[in-house]
């Protein structure tokens, strides 16, 4: 397993920033390269205040939309309208302040009437973009850490974690809420990207850190454990709260 590149700041407001920062060199250097970048968001109130930053007039204008591609690493089984959909905070944050006619997004279906039948859907929408697209991989994945240890929606001791050969199954909702049935990316999709960013602050994160980053804890316990992108780059960015029960050695200040 790689070792991840800790990024600590000393608050949130900081961390998003960076993260922000880190977004648009990787879409830049991604366009660069191979003329799109391929996008991977993720929910909860970390990636939420990145969101915001990078709709801001100053960075906004930095990365050229038009040839991103963005997704969404894991959903809740909820129509867009609900205030719980990760596609929807991403949307009213984000994505709203790209001209529709321009904006190249790709939302899970929820509208299908399971979340077996969206993950299914939604795997076949990314297998057809990447069979014609000149990566064949995800450039970024942006990621949460829940409390208990998850990222996007896999969540401790849940089937998900075992999916070998699915890049998209619906799962079950873990213990924190809210309590809807999930559509995630698995760890063949999240490891197989070229570079993973999992965003992280407050207190409540500082233990599961220190027990995936320190005490060595697998990923059933803790899923966000199994993050090892084999042909590509692991960083988390935390702000000093997170950051409070790791070593100093193992982190890079920003
Ligand atoms: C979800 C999220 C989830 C989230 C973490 C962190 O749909 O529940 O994608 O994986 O990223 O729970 O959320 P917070 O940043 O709000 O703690």
Redesign the pocket.
């Known amino acids: 397993m790689q070792i991840p590149t800790i990024f600590v700041c000393p608050d949130v407001t900081t961390l998003s920033h960076q993260a922000a920062e880190r977004f648009i060199a990787s879409g830049k250097s991604a366009i660069a390269a191979r003329g799109q970048f391929s996008v991977a968001l993720?929910?909860?109130?970390?990636?939420e205040t990145m969101y915001a930053d990078l709709a801001s007039p100053e960075m906004l204008p930095q990365l050229d939309w038009t040839k991103s591609f963005i997704f969404m690493?894991?959903?809740?089984h909820v129509l867009p309208s609900d205030p719980r959909s990760?596609y929807g905070m991403a949307l009213r944050t984000l994505l709203c302040r790209l001209s529709p006619d321009k904006r190249h997004v790709f939302p899970v279906p929820t509208q299908h009437p399971t979340a077996a039948d969206a993950a299914a859907a939604y795997e076949r929408k990314l297998t057809d973009f990447f069979s014609t697209s000149p990566g064949t991989h995800f450039d970024l994945i942006l990621?949460?850490?829940?409390?208990d240890g998850?990222?996007?929606?896999l969540f401790p001791h849940s089937a998900a974690l075992n999916e070998k050969s699915r890049l998209v199954t619906d799962s079950p909702p873990g213990t924190?809420p809210p309590s809807v049935q999930?559509i995630t990316f698995t760890y063949p999709l999240i490891n197989a990207a070229r570079e993973v960013l999992v965003?992280?602050?407050?207190e409540?994160?500082a233990a599961p850190l220190r027990r995936i980053l320190v005490d060595g804890v697998g990923r059933e316990e803790c899923p966000a454990a199994g993050l090892d992108p084999r042909d590509g780059t692991l960083s988390y960015f935390i702000d000093a709260a997170a950051a409070a029960m790791l070593p100093s050695a193992m982190l890079t200040k920003l």
Do not use: V
């Not at 690493?73 to 809740?76: G, I, L, M, Q």
């Not at 990621?143 to 409390?147: E, P, Y």
């Not at 965003?199 to 407050?202: D, Y």
């Open positions: 993720a929910g909860g109130s970390t990636p690493s894991d959903e809740r990760n990621l949460g850490l829940g409390s998850h990222t996007a929606s924190l999930r965003l992280a602050a407050g409540a994160k």
